[in-house]
C-alpha cells in the first residue's frame, strides 16, 4: 500500500474510533438520563418550595412547566422545554466562570477600522445588554466568551483596546531605574497611599458571581482608548467608574481581581451582603464592615458613596434566578438530589438484602431446632407407651 494511502486509512480509522466512542458516551449519558429524570421527578415533588418541575416527562411535551424564571425572562428558545438530564444548558446571556482559563490570559485588540465599520456593533451590544441585564457594574468580552479588549460600564460608556496611562508611567519608571515592575508598582501605591489618593471598595464580578472581594485601589486612573463609534479619546475617571475600570483592565490582562484581595476574611458571599446589618462589628474589619456596595473607604476616615443607577445587584435575590450560571446551577442540584436519592435506594435494598439473608438464616435455625425436639419427643412418647418397641427389664 502506498505512504499517502497508509496515513489516508490510519486517519479514518481513528475517525472511525473517535465516533463509536462519542456514541457509546452518548448512549450511556442518555440511559442514565432516563433514571436521573425519574429520580429528579420523586425529588421535585418532596421539595419546598414547590419545585418548578411539576410531572416532568422526559422529552418535551406540550404544557410542559419551562426551566426557571431567568430563563424565560432571558428568553430562551427552550423555554417551555422540561428538564433533561444530560441535556445542554442554554441562556440567552452565558457568562464565562472561574477558573476558566480564557480569564488568565492577555485579550486581543480590535482592528480600529473594523470598529468603524461597525463590524463589531452587534457584539458590543451583547456585553453591554448581559451586563445590564445581570445588574453588574461592568462586564469585559471575555466574560461572555469574546477574547478581546473591550469593556463597558454601568453608565453605558464602552472602552476599546483601552490603555491605563498611570501604569504605562510605572512601567516607564520601572525601566528608568532598573527594577522590577512589581517593586515601581509597590512604590507607585505607596506614595498614593501617602497622598490619600487610594481607596478600599467591595468589589463584585459576574465571573465570581457569589462573592464579593474588598480591595485597595487608586481612586482615580487615566484611561486612553477607542470608543463604541471607533473614535479614540483619553478620559479620568473617579469613584466607582475608577474602580470598575480598574477591575476590567485587570481582567483584559489576565489578571484576577482575586490577587489583590489583602487576605481570605475579605472575601464574602454576596448572598449574605445584603444582610451586612447583622454583622459583628469587626467582621471582617471594622472598616470593611462599615463600607457598603458602591461606597468607598479612604483611610482613615472618609466614606464616600457613588450614585450607581443601572447596576442594582443587591436587590435580586437567590430565588429570583438571574445570576450568572443560574440554570447549570439549577440542573446541576437536581442531579446531584437525584444521585443522593440513587445512593440512598442502594444502600436500602443493601441493607433490606442483609436483612433478609439474616432472617432467613434465623429462620432455617429455628426451622431445625423445632424438628430436632419434635423428632426427639416422639421417640420418648414411643419408648413410654411400647408401640412395638423393645423395653428394657421386660420380656417380649
Known amino acids: 500500500v502506498p505512504f499517502p494511502d497508509l496515513k489516508l486509512c490510519l486517519y479514518l480509522f481513528l475517525v472511525v474510533q473517535c465516533l463509536h466512542v462519542a456514541c457509546q458516551g452518548k448512549l450511556e449519558m442518555r440511559s442514565s438520563g432516563r433514571l436521573i429524570g425519574h429520580i429528579s421527578q420523586r425529588v421535585c415533588r418532596g421539595s419546598r418550595p414547590p419545585c418548578p418541575l411539576i410531572e416532568p416527562s422526559l422529552s418535551p411535551h406540550v404544557g410542559a412547566v419551562r426551566l426557571s424564571s431567568s430563563f424565560g ?5 427552550g423555554m417551555d422545554e422540561a428538564y433533561t438530564a444530560g441535556g445542554s444548558v442554554q441562556v440567552e446571556y ?9 480569564l488568565w490570559c492577555k485579550q486581543y485588540t480590535l482592528d480600529p477600522a473594523h470598529v468603524r465599520r461597525g463590524d463589531f456593533s452587534d457584539m458590543i451590544a451583547r456585553v453591554k445588554a448581559a451586563r445590564h441585564y445581570y445588574q453588574y457594574p461592568s462586564l469585559c468580552a471575555p466574560q461572555i466568551g469574546w477574547n478581546v479588549q473591550m469593556f463597558t460600564l454601568f453608565d453605558g460608556s464602552v472602552f476599546i483596546n483601552p490603555v491605563n496611562l498611570d501604569a504605562l508611567e510605572v512601567e516607564e519608571e520601572a525601566r528608568r531605574s532598573n527594577v522590577s515592575l512589581a517593586d515601581a508598582e509597590a512604590q507607585w501605591m505607596n506614595r498614593q497611599r501617602s497622598a490619600r489618593k487610594t481607596s478600599f471598595a467591595w468589589e463584585p464580578c459576574a465571573s465570581c458571581c457569589f462573592l464579593l472581594h474588598y480591595i485597595e485601589r487608586p481612586s482615580m486612573v487615566r484611561v486612553r482608548a477607542i470608543g463604541e463609534d471607533g473614535n479614540p479619546f483619553e478620559v479620568t475617571l473617579d469613584k466607582m467608574r475608577a474602580r470598575m475600570a480598574l477591575h476590567e483592565l485587570d481582567h483584559l490582562s489576565g489578571i484576577l481581581f482575586t490577587r ?12 449574605g451582603f445584603s444582610t451586612m446589618s447583622e454583622w459583628p462589628d469587626d467582621y471582617p474589619s471594622l472598616e470593611a464592615r462599615s463600607t457598603f456596595l458602591y461606597t468607598t473607604f479612604t483611610p482613615p476616615y472618609t466614606f464616600t458613596t457613588d450614585q450607581v443607577e443601572d447596576a442594582q445587584l443587591l436587590d435580586r435575590k437567590f430565588e429570583d434566578g438571574v445570576y450568572p450560571g443560574c440554570e447549570h446551577d439549577r440542573r446541576m442540584r437536581i442531579e446531584s438530589a437525584a444521585f443522593e436519592e440513587l445512593q440512598r435506594s442502594r444502600w436500602r435494598m443493601e441493607k433490606e438484602s442483609i436483612f433478609n439473608d439474616s432472617e432467613n438464616g434465623d429462620a432455617c435455625e429455628d426451622e431445625a431446632e423445632e424438628t430436632l425436639g419434635a423428632a426427639t419427643e416422639e421417640n420418648a412418647t414411643y419408648a413410654a407407651e411400647g408401640d412395638g418397641l423393645p423395653q428394657c427389664g421386660r420380656t417380649p
Open 73 to 77: 425572562m432571558a428568553g430562551g428558545k
Open 94 to 102: 452565558p457568562i464565562v466562570q472561574l477558573p476558566a482559563r480564557s
Open 260 to 271: 489583590r484581595i489583602p487576605d481570605t476574611n475579605h472575601v464574602v458571599p454576596l448572598e
